[in-house]
């Protein structure tokens, strides 16, 4: 259990990981061994050592800056195993101005110039659908 507990502190010291990440980690490094390794994330999280909301936060921030929409951001926590109400909060409490932040990716990419085309405009959206804009958002630039 000693063993589990130093690989778990370990991945953590690198970066925020969910209790869902951790734990499919730790399985991999300790098969056969669910309940102790579902133990020890579940003591690290009481001690604080580990928190869903934390890594949720930190990750709508790092993203948000890498110009990632909202919505791609709550499909990548939700995968991570972040639940709902975190990332609600998460993003409430992040402070990013989405309308900004969708300016700024399509400065850097398309320069100040505005689609001239309907066929160049839908190009556009498509670019920052993928990215994770909502369709409001991405009508507003427009």
Known sequence: QLDIRRAALGLLARREHSCKELFNKLSKRFPGIPDLIKEEVDALNQEGLQSDMRL??????SR????????????ELKRKG?????????????????????????????????????????????????????????????
């Open 56 to 61: 949720a936060e930190v990750y709508v921030r």
């Open 64 to 75: 948000a800056g890498q110009g990632r929409g909202s919505e791609k951001i709550r499909t």
């Open 82 to 142: 972040v639940g709902d109400e975190e990332i609600k909060a998460a993003l409430l409490k992040c402070g990013v101005d989405w309308l900004k932040n969708l300016d700024k990716v399509s400065i850097s990419r398309f320069g100040n110039v505005p689609p001239k085309t309907i066929v160049e405009r839908a190009k556009r959206s498509r670019f920052f659908r993928q990215r994770g804009f909502s369709f409001d958002e991405i009508a507003s630039l427009f």
